[in-house]
């Protein structure tokens, strides 16, 4: 059974710095894995995706947040430094394909963490 399961969510000042973790139980392997986000009223978006050989990030996070993994724990990460207000969001990790920002190229998801970043 595939699982992911996010963590590390929480309520944070502007400016200040969290580091999400999804961790992932069996076969979920897909050529991408990803983070998307989720704010009150609006579409899921694109964040940040990693591949076996590079990353990829949303203009809008380019600079502030890193995607990394830990493949022997099979741990995915989001550090996300410089929060801004409009980085609240529920925040959900995903593994997919092609094409990697496509919300419906990833057919494995989280339930999500809550970001709330307060001004």
């Known amino acids: 059974q595939v699982r992911l399961v996010e963590s590390g969510g929480g309520l944070v000042q502007a400016g200040g710095s969290l580091r999400l973790s999804c961790a992932t139980s069996?076969?979920?392997?897909?050529?991408?894995m990803g983070w998307f986000r989720q704010a009150p009223g609006k579409e899921r978006e694109f964040v940040a995706a990693?591949?076996?050989?590079?990353?990829y990030y949303d203009k809008s996070v380019k600079g502030r947040f890193t995607i990394s993994r830990d493949t022997a724990k099979k741990i995915l990460y989001l550090q996300m430094n410089s929060l801004k207000p409009e980085d609240t969001a529920v925040y959900y990790c995903?593994?997919?394909?092609?094409?990697?920002?496509?919300?419906?190229?990833?057919?494995?998801w989280g339930q999500g963490t809550q970001v709330t970043v307060s001004s």
């Open positions: 069996g076969r979920t392997y897909r050529t991408y």
């Open positions: 990693i591949s076996d050989t590079f990353t």
């Open positions: 995903a593994a997919g394909s092609d094409p990697l920002t496509k919300r419906t190229s990833y057919d494995y």
